[in-house]
Structures are given as C-alpha cells and as structure tokens.
C-alpha cells in the first residue's frame, strides 16, 4: 500500500495500519523517519516566516538554519532513543517488543501525525499563537499518542505467541 493511503487508514485503524508495514526494512525506517522529519522542517516555515517578520533581529535564514539542524540532524537521534526507552518500559510491563517494532510504532505515529502538523505550522505562520494553534496542537499531540499507544499494542500482539 502507498504512503497516502496508509496515513488514511491509521486515522481509520491505526494498529492494522502500523502491522501492515511490520515487513519494512530497517533503511525503509530509517528513510521514512528523515522524509517525516523533513516534512516537519517544512511544516515549521511559515511560522519562522511570521516570527521574522515581526522581529528581524534574527533573519529568517537563521531561522530556518537552526530548525533545520533540530529537525534533519537531531531529531532522529532523539527519536531513536525514545524508542529504545519506549521498549524497555513496554518490557517492564510485560510486552513482548523488540527494538524495531518499537521504532517502526514510533516513526509511523510521527509520520501519520505529519499531516497535521502541516496544519499547526499554517496555522501558527497565518494566525498566530492563539487558541486555534492551540485546537490544532491538541490535535497533534493526541493522534500522536493514539497512534504511537496503538502501534505499540499492535507489534507487540503480533509478537506473542499463539
């Protein structure tokens, strides 16, 4: 299945959608990870964009150079650890999950999310912080936690045996 359709069925059924992709390869995560970071990068112009132009004491290359290196360069480290924390608190509640079922529950949640954070980046570089870009990162934060809580408890299903 393509990644558009696939990002529509989590929003459906997130643990059938993260158990279809259990036969992506490790350098297929990893690739998915930095193509979602990526799309996070750009999510986030908009909103530099908007912070420049009230306040050019940093320009907006300066801007988009740190988010650039936050997002394309640390952010993977970061989620790669997370992960690795995420599986031994699944093994500390009896989850049978190995490392790359909790990196691929946690890398899919982040890309199924991405669309939404194209919406939060729109909305914080158009309107503003407010109560909008508030709705919009409840949003986010909340398929985030469904979706990552759900591919987590789908691997590790799939993982135990019959």
């Given at each position: 299945m393509a990644l558009i359709p696939r990002i529509l069925q989590t929003w459906r059924a997130p643990g059938a959608a993260v158990r279809g992709?259990?036969?992506?390869?490790?350098a297929g995560l990893l690739a998915l990870l930095l193509g979602t970071m990526a799309v996070y990068f750009v999510a986030q112009w908009p909103a530099h964009a908007r912070a420049a132009a009230l306040d050019p004491s940093v320009p907006?290359?300066?801007?988009l150079g740190g988010a650039l290196?936050?997002?394309?360069?640390m952010m993977p480290l970061i989620v790669m650890a997370v992960a690795a924390v995420a599986q031994l608190v699944a093994r500390a509640f009896g989850l049978r999950l190995d490392g790359r079922a909790s990196r691929l529950a946690l890398v899919w949640a982040l890309a199924a999310v991405a669309p939404v954070m194209l919406l939060q980046g729109l909305t914080?570089?158009?309107v503003g912080p407010g109560p909008a870009v508030a709705a919009v990162n409840l949003l986010a934060g909340g398929a985030f936690l469904v979706?990552?809580?759900?591919?987590?408890?789908?691997l590790s299903q799939q993982r135990q045996p019959a």
């Open positions: 992709m259990a036969s992506l390869s490790e907006l290359d300066a801007r290196l936050a997002t394309l360069f914080m570089g158009f979706f990552w809580i759900s591919g987590l408890r789908a």
